[in-house]
């Protein structure tokens, strides 16, 4: 059963979405409440055929089978336990884990002291092209096309009045030229130039709550700035399960560097490696590398492709 704790990236598409996110992302629907009597609330009729209801059937099966996370509250609590880095929050109330099949996608919200379950099911190619797409990030601009910062989808800004009230929105990645702000039910769809407009017409100002990354260009500079201290935020992976994270650069030499989960507990065992200092990422050469707009790629090939990524990251600006 390839059943794995989600990574952060996949978190946000555990929840429920608008329908413009639902249709993008092949949401075909979702099973909701006590573990023993979950409902299935339909999304996009279009998807939810009888070959997808087959694929359920035998998913739920297995994850009710003997042993496994949904043989009974019991067995959920434990799974989850044995598998603490599927936890969604510090208190670990929620704990997510997704499951491919050949077609679909499940993912698993879990809060085992309620008993409580949410499965999104998705058509997988749907949705991994879309999350690879977010990846980007939103463009912000000028009214006329000047670009003014990349925000990563699902992280706030901050716009200011032109009386000074302050107002904090989330944003979510639509496609390259249109973002939605505000969280459902009440969120709205803007082309990037028409969010623009608005805002000049209102005199309001829009900026990033987090701080936004180093626009670095090549392996040289990304060498001068990394240092113990700088922060990362890993938004590409070759095991899916660290993409999202936060990391904090504990040692740079001539070799690479060495980086750790931030906020994670130094005896949790990415954290352990390598003394208490972490994984480390070799420099390697030049040609293997790649950089645009604040995101540092390194491939095991000169071949920039994503079967050959290895990490792709943003350096922080608040501790670069």
Avoid at 23 to 32: A, E, K, P, S, V
Avoid at 121 to 148: K, N, S
Avoid at 242 to 259: H, P
């Amino acid at each position: 059963m390839n059943l794995r704790p989600m990574n952060r990236e996949e978190h946000k598409y555990s929840y429920k979405q608008s329908r413009q996110l639902a249709g993008q992302t092949g949401c075909i629907g979702y099973l909701r409440g006590p573990l023993n009597s979950m409902g299935f609330r339909p999304e996009l009729s279009d998807l939810n055929t009888e070959a997808f209801r087959a694929d359920l059937g035998i998913t739920l099966e297995a994850l009710r089978h003997e042993g496994c996370i949904l043989e009974n509250r019991e067995r959920m609590q434990a799974y989850c336990l044995e598998h603490l880095d599927s936890a969604m929050d510090r208190e670990s109330r929620e704990y997510g884990f997704r499951m491919d099949t050949d077609k679909y996608a499940y993912l698993l919200r879990l809060n085992p002291r309620e008993g409580e379950v949410y499965i999104y099911c998705y058509f997988r190619e749907w949705l991994d092209q879309h999350m690879g797409h977010a990846r980007r990030g939103i463009r912000f601009i000028t009214p006329c096309y000047v670009d003014l910062f990349r925000l990563q989808d699902g992280d706030k800004i901050r716009i200011t009045t032109w009386d000074g009230r302050t107002l904090e929105r989330t944003c979510r990645y639509v496609d390259e030229y249109h973002l939605e702000i505000g969280s459902y039910p009440r969120e709205e769809i803007y082309h990037i130039c028409q969010f623009a407009e608005l805002m000049e017409r209102a005199r309001n100002t829009v900026e990033p709550l987090r701080a936004p990354a180093c626009q670095i260009k090549n392996l040289s500079q990304l060498k001068k700035c990394l240092k113990a201290g700088s922060r990362l935020e890993v938004i590409g992976h070759c095991r899916p399960e660290c993409i999202g994270e936060m990391r904090k650069v504990t040692l740079a030499n001539t070799q690479g560097f060495y980086s750790i989960v931030d906020g994670e507990p130094p005896d949790s065992r990415l954290n352990q490696g390598n003394e208490g200092k972490g994984p480390v990422l070799h420099w390697s050469n030049a040609p293997f590398w790649a950089f645009q707009d604040g995101v540092c790629g390194l491939y095991s090939d000169k071949d920039h492709t994503e079967q050959n990524l290895i990490m792709a990251f943003r350096v922080l600006t608040d501790a670069a």
